[in-house]
């Protein structure tokens, strides 16, 4: 999988790979974090989160790993579909309140 | 329960302009947030008001405003539109507490020429 930076990465793979698609968040008072997918024209559509008590949840073929040492988060997807094919944003829950701050994405091309 | 609906879904205005953009959120959710999507920027914060007050604001330019209503229905105003204001503005609810899922409208599509 791609790190998230100032652009945008691409991670492509075929039908029925495991994906992996990483972030690294910024700050380390940090204590929640989202994936979201967004689809070409759509809003960005809850994925899965994680709260910082926890390194590992799983979803129905997603699971989101925390490393909180390297302030790392990854999102995996077990037997990947064409339909998965979108732009991947984590964000994470920094300020009081519900504000979210965003990474970058990561472009996800999965191919039949 | 229906989802985050925002309208129009596509705007188009010329420099100097100003627009007015609508959101009204999930059913029981109090809190509405607003960002700013560009593929420079990706997706920034703008505001977040939650019970009618500004909770939380960003780092954008006073010509960036918002208010909320009793019913939690939300309105975002550009005053003075630049052509850099072009962007896909997502509006996102949730009821209003940390660690907390915000769920996103489909945004709406502004141009500015």
């Known amino acids: 999988g791609e790190s998230v930076g100032l652009h945008l990465p691409t991670l492509s793979v075929q039908e029925g790979d495991n994906s992996i698609i990483n972030c690294a968040y910024s700050n380390s008072a940090s204590d929640y974090f989202i994936w979201y997918k967004q689809e070409s024209g759509k809003g960005p559509q809850f994925i899965i989160d994680i709260r910082s008590n926890m390194d590992k949840r799983q979803g129905q073929r997603v699971t989101v790993l925390l490393n909180k040492t390297v302030k790392h988060l990854s999102l995996q997807i077990a037997a990947t579909q064409p339909g998965d094919s979108a732009v991947y944003f984590c964000?994470?829950?920094?300020?009081?309140?519900?504000?979210?701050?965003f990474g970058k994405g990561t472009m996800l091309l999965v191919s039949p | 329960k229906a989802g985050v609906t925002q309208t129009p879904r596509y705007l188009i205005k010329t420099r100097g302009q100003q627009v007015t953009l609508s959101c009204s959120p999930i059913s029981g959710h109090r809190s509405v947030s607003w960002y700013q999507q560009t593929p420079g920027q990706g997706l920034q914060f703008l505001f977040e008001y939650f019970s009618e007050t500004q909770r939380n604001k960003g780092n954008f330019p006073g010509r960036f405003s918002g208010r909320q209503f009793s019913n939690s229905r939300s309105e975002m105003n550009v005053s003075t539109l630049e052509l850099g204001d072009s962007a896909l503005y997502l509006c996102?609810?949730?009821?209003?507490?940390?660690?907390?899922?915000?769920?996103f409208g489909p945004g709406t599509r502004l141009l500015v020429l």
């Open positions: 996102a609810s949730s009821l209003g507490n940390r660690q907390e899922t915000q769920y």
């Open positions: 964000a994470e829950n920094i300020t009081p309140g519900s504000t979210l701050t």
